[in-house]
């Protein structure tokens, strides 16, 4: 009896576990996912990492790593604000870059090191296009600290602040999380653990391109902290970082 007890009990405990592994296939299925030879007869491969990364013959630069897609050269215009304490940089770098390099329009999603200019060139949806003007977005490719969080006074210390933890200087004090997480737990990771991308706010600090991260499995645009605050405090990938 006691075995029964306890195999239903592992079953029991198991199963949210073995329903998300089922639902968290990453890139496979997602929009990401260019296998489909069907509509994207460019992958002749089908291969669902193929398009951004390979084991060979890739960028001496790895602005992501193992990228073989060709590197966006736009003129970007970045972010800039009198009231931000941040150090803007001249231009994406990091995985911003290499989310830009079809997410600005410039390159075809087929393009790659090899094929920078393909026969049969594949463009991003306009409805996805952002950039090369990001001066309407919110502020990437820069370095979010402690000094950062010091200066600005709205900013949590990326450092020291903990995902789940309650807000202390707001009068509704609730902590910024999903009821659940779709993808693997932030809760109790600092930001700069979780979100940050060597100490940089980037694209990915925000979206999980490989629908792993937190809520990206069950996110439509990839977030990694989707949803609202209860409260009505507003988004709660905003509340992470931002005291409001």
């Known amino acids: 009896m006691k075995k029964v007890t306890a195999l ?20 496979e299925g997602s929009v990401h996912d260019f296998s489909n030879v069907t509509n994207n007869t460019w992958n002749t491969r089908s291969g ?17 790593p193992l990228w073989v897609h060709a590197t966006s050269t736009a003129a970007f215009q970045m972010y800039d604000s009198p009231t931000m304490d941040a150090t803007t940089s001249s231009s994406p770098s990091g995985s911003s870059l290499a989310c830009l390099s079809c997410h600005d329009g410039s390159l075809a999603i087929n393009a790659s090191i090899s094929s920078p200019n393909p026969a049969t060139a594949v463009y991003i949806d306009p409805a996805a296009q952002i950039g090369p003007d990001l001066h309407t977005t919110h502020p990437i490719s820069f370095t979010y600290d ?26 509704v004090n609730v902590a910024p999380v999903p009821a659940t997480w779709s993808g693997t737990s932030l809760t109790g990771k600092t930001i700069n653990d979780a979100l940050l991308i060597d100490g940089k706010m980037e694209c990915s600090s925000c979206h999980d391109v490989h629908k792993i991260v937190g809520s990206a499995p069950s996110s439509g645009i990839l977030v990694k902290i989707s949803g609202n605050d209860s409260t009505g405090r507003g988004s709660l990938i905003c509340r992470t970082c931002h005291i409001k």
């Open 48 to 64: 669902v990492c193929s398009p951004c990364h390979a084991a060979h013959h890739t960028d001496p630069n790895q602005i992501v």
């Open 146 to 171: 402690a000094a950062l969080a010091d200066a600005d006074g709205g900013l949590e210390n990326p450092i020291s602040y903990r995902i789940g933890d309650p807000k202390a200087f707001l009068t």
């Open 8 to 27: 239903l009990i592992g079953a029991a405990l198991s199963l949210p576990l073995l329903l998300q592994a089922a639902t968290n296939k990453g890139i």
